[in-house]
């Protein structure tokens, strides 16, 4: 194991001021474990008392080789491995691989499958944007926020506990539909859920939206302009927040998302504030969403019918021959995609999520790499930081909403 | 394609001679290194395409010549397209220039490709590694990296695997 | 109030010193924020009001290790970040005690590869292991429960044999 190397100025020498050379100004270390960087971080502050001059993040700390790992193992069962990389939006992230997977070999997905992946996205959507608030109001030391959202949250983790039996990486969503159908109590559950959840959201915004302290904090903190969001990738309700009217729900639907009535919340300051609102907004729009899909949940098979490349339902290996030797051949040997490239984009609660993946005519894929949105969103950082002080850095820190499982995979 | 992609593709293969493949609805246009940054210059002044959606790279291993593929997806938000531009590059000859003038989200995303697969990008302001610790040797994506595959302890073979671990004061 | 009903007047309580101490031990042991990946969000979920840890004594997690006893390694644990934590475990004062939470630091989980710990106790000597991907919070908590069993069950002898 090897020893933490002991770091000297030489080797940022071309990222800080002159005046850190002479020791005018101090390099402080914010380092992996602190209890406001979201994950294992390391900034880098050069300060001039207490406003920052330079910030100079390392990642790196969370790698985890995944898209090496994925090589290894067919297209199936690398898609366990798409859970754990952004842990606040697995089904997501589980969507968005399938979705390359599915274009990939060119299999279609039923209507009902659809509606449930949408009802399934969008709950998971709420669900880390709960988690954005109550860690945001945790790091300004609004700590009750933290709860009320747990609460929340724990409601929205038992359904998905009834769908898929597993609270956080389900890997129900698979290619060519769903893992198998909800049961009953599901309509159940989401309707008692869409019936409170409005009533909260109108809470939480009582107590921070209007709140003097929450807006000296927050207000004309981390402009970020629309020409530096552009070129530095970001994408997501950062990027609305600068003015740019862009959601790939909207511009590229998919999964049947034209059909459902729903806004896309643009501001144009660009401050830590203006992020702020567009999350909250987006909380309701979502809650619409997933009202609209319910009331339209069709009938219908949630698996595709394909069997070279999905596997058939466990209830049909019993009866039919054919069944069982799909079955064999699909878990053991895996499906042969096209020797092609496919890059295919969702949107996740933090931007643009997409799966770049290229097939060499055999059973594992050749490459797999994930375009995760918040690896662009830190990359600007710096730029939004320069002149503030260090408490200010937290809370626009908090306000990108970055998740470290997403930057390092 | 899309009937509002095909002049820029023609385009690209009037002026910079690029060949182009089409898959899926997809058009991915092969670009030489060296003429790579005037081509995204060109997409992002005259075209709209403003946004760098993502850059990486893969490789092919056995074969040399190309070994890697730099690709780079560009996203045009006014018109609503995006196009994929590839760029071969050959074993011996690891060197792309920057593109680091032309989108700052490059800066990163350029650390990690020459992190993870050893290509240069000649006239990068930061060249150190951002994933793999600092005295990394070699680069963990490419094909003769190893996996690094540790073998599983089952009730078989536990008692040999746990001699060979190396636990920590235990 | 239960004491003074079964002594009466006497007010006087004969125990070991070993027991007393080690259920002073359990009743407020302090974790140290150690979050990495997936696992921290569900330790943050057994720390909310739902699953509440506080009512086992840990009420709050304290960000600097001087001032903690218990680290939970709560997620995977690259090449990069081993040397972080076992300076921190090392900065921690003993009495002090490691639970390895989720499969991840346990064994290295999903991932056998060239970037993570194959399990933790490569790192740290870990005392309790709780399996899950993620856990429950019902997990993390009866993983709490047994490191408090094994606390109560802690001679002196052998601590005085560890510390040289």
Known sequence: ??????????????????????????????????????????????????????????????????????????????????????????????????????????????????????????????????????????????MSMFLFCFREREQILDIFELVSGQRMMTTYIRPGGVWRDVPVEFEKAVRDFIKIFPKRIDEYEKLLTKNPLFIDRMVDIGHLSKETALSYGVTGPSLRASGVNWDLRKARPYMGYEQYDFNVPVLTEGDTYARYLVRIQELRESLKIVEQAMNKLPLGPVRSDNRKFVPPPRSEIGVSMESLIHHFKLWTEGFNAPQASIYSAIESPRGEL??????????????????????????????????HLVADLVAILSSIDIVLGDIDR | MDKSLEPIVKKLQEKFGATYEEFRGEAHCFVRPEQIVDALMCLRDEHQFELLSAQTAVDYHPQNAPRFHVIYQLTSLAQNLSVQLRVPVNGDQLKVPTATRVFKSANWREREISDMFGIEFEGHPDPRRILMPDDTEGHPLRKDFPLGYEEPQFSFNFDEIDLRKPYVKE | MGVEQKLGNMGVVTTTLENVVNWSRTGAMWPMLFGLACCAIEMMAAQAAHYDMSRFGMELMRASPRQSDLMIVAGRVSKKMGPVLRRLYDQMPEPKWVLAMGDCASCGGVFNNYAIYQGVDEVVPVDVYVAGCPPRPEALIHGVLTLHEKVKGDKFKDLAADIK
């Open chain 1, 1 to 142: 194991m090897t020893q933490i190397e002991e770091v000297t100025i030489d080797q940022y020498k071309h990222l800080v001021s002159e005046r850190a050379l002479t020791g005018e100004t101090m390099l402080l270390n914010m380092g992996p474990q602190h209890p406001s960087t979201h994950g294992v971080l390391r900034l880098l502050l050069e300060l001039d008392g207490e406003v920052v001059i330079n910030c100079i993040p390392d990642i790196g700390f969370l790698h985890t080789g995944v898209e090496k790992n994925m090589e290894a193992k067919t297209y199936q069962k690398a898609e366990v491995m798409t859970d754990r990389l952004d842990y606040m939006n697995t089904m997501g992230n589980n969507l968005s691989y399938v979705m390359a997977v599915e274009k990939l070999i060119d299999v279609d997905v039923p209507v009902r499958a659809q509606a449930l992946r949408v009802i399934l996205v969008e709950l998971q959507r709420i669900a880390s944007h709960l988690v954005w608030l109550g860690t945001s109001g945790l790091d300004l030391a609004a």
């Open chain 1, 354 to 387: 997409a799966a770049f993946l290229e097939g060499d005519g055999g059973p594992k894929p050749l490459r797999v790499h994930l375009r995760t949105p918040s690896f662009d969103n830190l990359a600007v950082l710096p730029e939004m930081v320069k002149g």
